[in-house]
């Protein structure tokens, strides 16, 4: 197999070959979420995301920290950064206001209400997507990359020892933001390019 091009286009979407190349599975065990409380900015979110996590806002209040709620009350759940990107907010410069612990356990409430029925949003694609990150451009073309951060160093060690390419481990978070055919479509692709 020779080397596959860097960047393809997949049902319209540019995706890094890195997606197809690089290995990658979260662990939890070792790493507690730290994704949540780690970085200098909330998660990327929409338009449509800050409404839904508006809405969920009262189901999921009881189980921020009392320096969350604070935040929420002074700024709301979103601001936007020096990127110029809306993200959530942010509690001490770093942890996303919506981290709730669980022991020595990072969760995102909004997840957690989610699973016990309390809302529907689950929580943004961003999150649900990453090491993804998704990049808009002018025109609605949309650009999918492998993001390397040293917090998920055990994520990528998992994920090599499990042999798992980063598009099957986020089969499902890839599914709900672009369709079943569209994931069939950059499975027969990563098919063809590898000949896996």
Do not use: T
């Given at each position: 197999m020779g080397a596959l091009p860097p960047i393809m286009d997949?049902?319209?979407v540019l995706i890094s070959s890195e997606i197809i190349t690089e290995r990658f599975c979260c662990d939890y065990e070792r790493c507690k979420g730290i994704c949540c409380v780690e970085g200098d900015a909330g998660?990327?979110?929409t338009m449509d995301e800050v409404a839904a996590i508006e809405d969920a806002l009262d189901a999921v209040w009881p189980d921020l920290s009392a320096s969350a709620q604070?935040?929420?009350d002074?700024?709301?759940v979103c601001y936007t950064d020096r990127d110029?990107?809306?993200?959530t907010s942010i509690v001490?410069?770093?942890d996303c206001v919506f981290t709730c612990y669980d022991g020595d356990n990072c969760l995102c409430a909004?997840?957690?209400a989610c699973r016990s029925g309390r809302t529907r949003f689950q929580k943004p694609i961003s999150c649900a997507l990453y090491p993804i990150r998704e990049k808009r451009f002018k025109g609605g073309l949309v650009g999918l990359n492998y993001n390397r951060w040293a917090v998920c160093s055990d994520a990528i060690e998992k994920g090599k020892a499990l042999?798992?390419?980063?598009y099957k481990f986020l089969r499902e978070p890839l599914i709900r933001r672009f369709g079943e055919e569209w994931y069939r479509e950059l499975c027969d692709v990563a098919e063809q390019l590898t000949g896996q």
């Open positions: 997949v049902g319209g998660a990327p979110v604070s935040v929420i002074r700024q709301g110029g990107e809306l993200v001490r410069g770093k909004l997840e957690k042999d798992l390419p980063v």
